[in-house]
């Protein structure tokens, strides 16, 4: 059975370390473990396998199908490894034999929130290869770099894979290894005491990104909290006030980009980095091919999207609202508005209008913002003569200011202007923001609790949660830090708030004081910067080992379904929510086990949360199997979602129902259905006036406390009072879109400029940095500055400057009771620049997405583990990686010395230090953009 | 001859890079005759008080991905996990009949060092020529790693006498 011939020694000769243990002492070891009782507790981790020997030919099959065929390419052999050209070139390429026989599972994105479709090839257990599923109706299959960079993430060499307790302070960074028994036994525990006390609410589950919506809103609802946090106000909550302002339906435009004729762009980065990012990119790409659209871009950055523009302006900082009220003024005065649509769907008058919009000429904001008053009032006509297939678009670059919401709600008017609201090629929407959740739905879980959350629903905030759950994310530390709240359990879900959120440094300070956050348990697949502030690190699924039902805002305009499923089995000891909530509610037990039945797999909920999706059943078993081959569902016959507010009403409708004489609006138990248009009973707006609310007496109303019941019966959609603990909180706010000054950006020293910041086209804001193919294409981010304000300040490119961050007047004056302040923060930066025309001269820009202080040495731009600065347990010899060792060529050796830095070096600057924390009062919006800094050359 | 022994101490070795030392395990180990023997060999076994530090240690030296110190062959030959060393190990323990079962390999990967001992010990028994190969292929890459001197303690040595361990096996086949 073994080889006659001795085989050749595998080890070289002549390694040197003294007092090694000899073969002669190993075998006295092992006589001495075989005797003593202790073999018996020493079995090994592996059992012993078949009885039968191994044959030769066994063996040699063995060893040949073992061997690194085929991804064996010159001397690198692993899957997710890009072999540049140099001493290891590929030699094979494309290796023809790679992707045969691959199993090919579909699955979601999740590096960022468009959720693109993907497809993994699977191959003898690992996935080699992930790419676009063409079956995905939104994003048909085409992926971005990071979604092209899934192998990076999935088998990461500094991916988390067992769950850990700190064995130190909170934040030393000293931890050991526990096992799940050990931590869900604690977490039950600990869990149980909160419920016990009775104040649920103090426990709270912060996520990043969640898209098991269903799994964890079982999870609190069955628990009993309503602190489930997100980053909404940090994100979008501006942009969606302002649309639900108008609709109240949805908080999401959808442009129709592919059958547009003239887009208009706020700001927004759609080539680059947009909740819809590659969805809406495709089509606006197909739209300007394939009908010739045409691409006007405001921006105060030259962003891709500005570049690729057939127009690109750069306004001041701030300013959009100003143009776009501007063109309204000029569409006005030159009826060029759409009037048969505004007399229908309106719910003001055009002279109403003009009343508001007069001031606002080309010229005033020709000056505001520094774009020539003759181009706003050119482009006001190109865009209303391309109307109805005239379409705004808008994001961050408008919304994330201080006067982000009337900014959106000034370039929402545009598209009632010209009627090319819900039209084809025009400014639409859908009636749900992901699948079509009345026809199917997850398994029934716990209904939602009756507590009150002080940090989910901040009573300073009018809009954040009146039409939607918009979390004011950025005032969480805020609050616990001025001890408006206090956490007993901290539960962070796929969130890196220390590098996105705003002032690190209370971020900081909150994660360490335990008096504020008692215990704090992190999921994430990765050892990041809120882990390392954690109690206890779980270490979470990648998306392509776990399962969810998944859709976005539908870009096709009528909705599909998606799943994500395991492409692999998890690495490690990671595990999904969906695996573990349910053990930790029976553990956590009274009552909250109920909604978790003990028999029922993860794949067999999947299977009854999709039992309704339709399905060729000549071609498919089931819907799971559909869904398994296809990847997702859309309905063939479902209708684009064009005019939705002409659908008429059905005799069965309007029977029993009255219409108000005076607005036509027509009722039924109370409740607005619809409106008489022409003598046509028909859906209308489900708004309060069943019009575009141009005119918003909902906003003003709840703005001041007042009771807003009848105008939400009349809408029949959305819309809530506020509730009882806002009423100190009244303001006067303007129904109207109109330009809201940024006080603060008023009368600036000449060393102080407006702070934007952006995001690139290969990172998300603080998730992907530890991506080497994405970091390798940015890991430095200078701010940019203007040639003419760089000789203002005698900068010359690569010069440093420091920066000091304000916190905002206008947050200030309109919210006193958070006791900000317009001062400066605590942190300053320092930070080399770049410049170049694309920037505002009264503008500094800074991406975010950098300055990693953990989340791996990818991450930290850290060739060599040594220079981490964690010398406990340093291995010198470390993994090694010979792709990065050989590509990696960006590690900065400065050591801190400016003058030896090297442009393009380094891990980058993370801007959060210098950035306020700025809430607008109205939606809850972070004002990223509006940041006022002072700025002063270092030597 | 011997190949029992060895393979006794291939798994002893697989066990303590595998997890923290338990209680349990310290207390079997704590035999005065195996304790002087480890001892011997270059192994002083700790007092209980201090597995709570060594657990510690344990992160530190073989778990903390930041130091992207795990000892697992893909990662060590190719920078990521799951490379193609995992995949043969996985052929190589089907063909052997050995289920690699993750609940009892704590999640370590099939190519975790650990493992690959445990997996030696199975081999050695069977088949020479199998175990001989397995060294080559999937032992030996290893050493620099282990034979790095930053690690301290109990660890430290631990690492040391498995290198020197693999050493002798493979110079002895
Ligand atoms: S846009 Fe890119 S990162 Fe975002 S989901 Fe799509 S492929 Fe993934």
């Known amino acids: 059975m073994s080889s006659p011939k001795k085989p050749e020694s595998p080890i070289p000769e002549a390694t040197s370390a003294p007092k090694k243990t000899s073969r002669r002492q190993f075998l006295k070891l092992g006589s001495a473990l075989a005797a003593a009782a202790a073999a018996g507790t020493l079995s090994g981790c592996v059992g012993q396998g078949s009885t039968k020997p191994l044959s030769k030919a066994d063996n040699l099959a063995v060893w040949r199908s073992g061997t690194g065929q085929p991804y064996k390419v010159g001397e690198i052999k692993m899957p997710g490894v890009c072999d540049l050209p140099g001493p290891f070139k590929k030699t094979r390429f494309p290796d023809p034999d790679k992707y045969k026989n691959t199993e090919q599972v579909h699955g979601l994105c999740q590096l960022c929130s468009s959720i693109c479709g993907i497809t993994g090839h699977v191959k003898d257990g690992r996935i080699i290869k992930v790419e676009g599923n063409t079956n995905d109706p939104n994003s048909r299959g085409k992926l971005c770099a990071r979604g092209q960079s899934a192998l990076n993430h999935q088998y990461h060499p500094e991916r988390l894979l067992h769950p850990i307790r700190r064995v130190g302070e909170r934040g030393e960074g000293k931890w050991k290894r526990i096992s799940w028994d050990e931590a869900l036994t604690e977490l039950a525990e600990r869990l149980g005491k909160v419920r016990d006390s009775g104040d649920h609410e103090e426990f709270a589950f912060h996520q990043g990104r969640n898209r098991s919506k269903d799994a964890v809103s079982n999870f609190l609802r069955a628990f009993g909290t309503n602190t489930q946090l997100n980053h909404r106000g940090l994100c979008s909550a501006a942009r969606r006030a302002a649309n639900l302002t108008y609709l109240f339906e949805s908080d999401w435009d959808l442009g129709d980009y592919e059958n547009s004729k003239y887009v208009l762009n706020f700001g927004s980065n759609m080539f680059e980095a947009h909740q819809g990012h590659i969805p809406g990119a495709v089509r606006l790409q197909r739209g300007r091919f394939n009908n010739g659209a045409k691409l006007v871009t405001f921006d105060v950055r030259m962003s891709n999207t500005a570049g690729n523009s057939d127009e690109f302006f750069m306004p001041y900082p701030g300013t959009d609202g100003a143009i776009a009220l501007a063109m309204a003024h000029t569409i006005i005065k030159e009826k060029l508005y759409n009037a048969e649509f505004m007399a229908t769907w309106s719910n003001a008058t055009v002279d109403e209008i003009w009343e508001q919009v007069e001031p606002y000429t080309p010229e005033w904001a020709g000056q505001l913002s520094t774009v020539p008053a003759a181009d706003i009032t050119r482009i006001a006509r190109e865009f209303a003569a391309a109307a109805p297939r005239a379409t705004t678009m808008c994001n961050r670059g408008s919304s994330a200011h201080v006067n982000g919401y009337f900014n959106d709600r000034a370039i929402g008017l545009l598209n009632v202007l010209v009627g090319s609201v819900g039209k084809p090629g025009g400014w639409c929407w859908m009636f749900t923001g992901g699948y079509d959740n009345k026809r199917f739905k997850p398994p029934k879980g716990a209904p939602k609790p009756k507590t009150k959350s002080l940090l989910a629903d901040p009573p300073e905030f009018i809009l954040a949660n009146r039409w939607n759950t918009m979390r004011v994310g950025e005032i969480v530390y805020w609050y616990l830090a001025q001890e408006r709240a206090k956490l007993q359990v901290y539960m962070t879900y796929n969130l890196d708030s220390p590098m996105t959120w705003p002032e690190m440094n209370v971020t900081k300070n909150v994660f360490l004081d335990e008096k504020k956050i008692n215990f704090h348990v992190c999921i994430n697949p990765f050892f990041n910067e809120t882990a390392s502030f954690a109690d206890m690190v779980l270490p979470w699924t990648t998306y392509m080992e776990r399962w969810d039902v998944d859709a976005r805002g539908a870009y096709n305009l009528k909705p599909y379904l998606s799943m994500r499923r395991p492409m692999i089995k998890p690495l490690g000891e990671a595990r999904d929510v969906r695996d573990f909530f349910p053990d930790l509610a029976r553990r956590i037990g009274g009552g909250m086990e109920e909604w978790y039945p003990e028999d029922q797999t993860v794949e067999q909920y999947m299977t009854e949360f999709t039992k309704d999706v339709p399905y060729d059943a000549d071609k498919y078993d089931s819907p799971m199997d559909f869904l398994e081959k296809v990847g997702a569902y859309e309905d063939p016959d479902q209708a684009k979602y064009y005019e939705p507010y002409l659908v008429p009403l059905t005799e069965k409708q309007l029977a029993g129902s009255t219409v108000d004489p005076e607005t036509q609006i027509i009722t039924k138990d109370g409740k607005g259905i619809g409106i008489l248009q022409g003598g046509t009973a028909v859906v209308g707006f489900k708004t309060p006036s069943r019009k575009l609310e141009v005119k918003s007496e909902f906003v003003a109303r709840v703005a001041r406390n007042q009771d807003v019941t009848d105008l939400v019966a009349s809408a029949n959609s959305k819309g809530s009072n506020r509730p009882e603990h806002h009423k100190p909180y009244n303001y006067e706010v303007s129904p109207w879109p109109i330009y809201m000054q940024i006080e603060e950006h008023l009368g600036l020293d000449s060393d102080q400029l407006v702070m934007t910041s952006f995001k690139w086209n290969v990172h998300n804001h603080g998730r992907t940095a530890n991506l080497k193919w994405c970091s390798e294409i940015v890991h430095s981010n200078p701010a940019w500055l203007h040639p003419d304000t760089a000789k203002r300040f005698e900068l010359e490119d690569g010069d440093w400057i420091e920066i000091i961050g304000y916190r905002s007047k206008s947050v200030d004056r309109c919210l006193p009771s958070l006791n900000l302040g317009s001062g400066e923060i605590q942190d300053k930066l320092q930070i080399p620049v770049v410049i170049t025309k694309g920037i505002h001269p009264g503008a500094i820009a800074i991406s975010n997405s950098l300055g990693h202080f953990e989340y791996s040495n990818v991450a930290q731009a850290k060739k060599d583990a040594k220079l981490s600065g964690q010398s406990a347990g340093m291995n010198p010899t470390g993994y090694r990686d010979p792709d990065w060792e050989r590509n990696m060529w960006w590690q900065d050796d400065s050591n801190g010395d400016r003058k030896k830095w090297q442009r393009n070096t380094g891990n980058g600057w993370a801007q959060n230090h210098v950035l306020p924390i700025s809430p607008d009062y109205i939606s809850g919006q972070q004002a990223f953009n509006s940041t006022v800094v002072r700025i002063r050359k270092l030597s | ?173």
């Open chain 2, 1 to 173: 001859m011997g190949h029992e022994a060895l393979a006794g101490v291939a798994k002893l070795f697989g066990l303590l890079l595998l997890r923290e030392l338990e209680t349990e395990t310290l207390r079997s180990l704590s035999d005065p005759v195996l304790s002087e023997i480890l001892k011997g060999s270059g192994i002083t076994m700790p007092e209980e008080s201090e597995l709570e530090e060594l657990a510690a240690d344990f992160f530190e030296y073989f778990v903390n991905p930041q130091q992207g110190a795990p000892l697992v062959q893909s990662i060590s030959e190719g920078g990521s996990y799951e490379g193609d060393p995992a995949r043969d190990v996985r052929k190589i323990a089907d063909a052997a009949g050995v289920e690699l079962d993750p609940t009892h390999l704590m999640g370590a990967p099939v190519d975790h060092l650990a493992v690959e001992l445990a997996l030696w010990s199975v081999l050695v028994e069977r088949d020479r020529s199998a175990a001989v190969e397995f060294t080559r292929r999937h032992l030996v890459w290893s050493l620099p790693r282990l034979r790095d001197n930053e690690r301290q303690g109990f660890y430290g040595n631990v690492c040391r006498v498995v290198a020197d361990f693999i050493e002798a096996i493979g110079k002895a086949s």
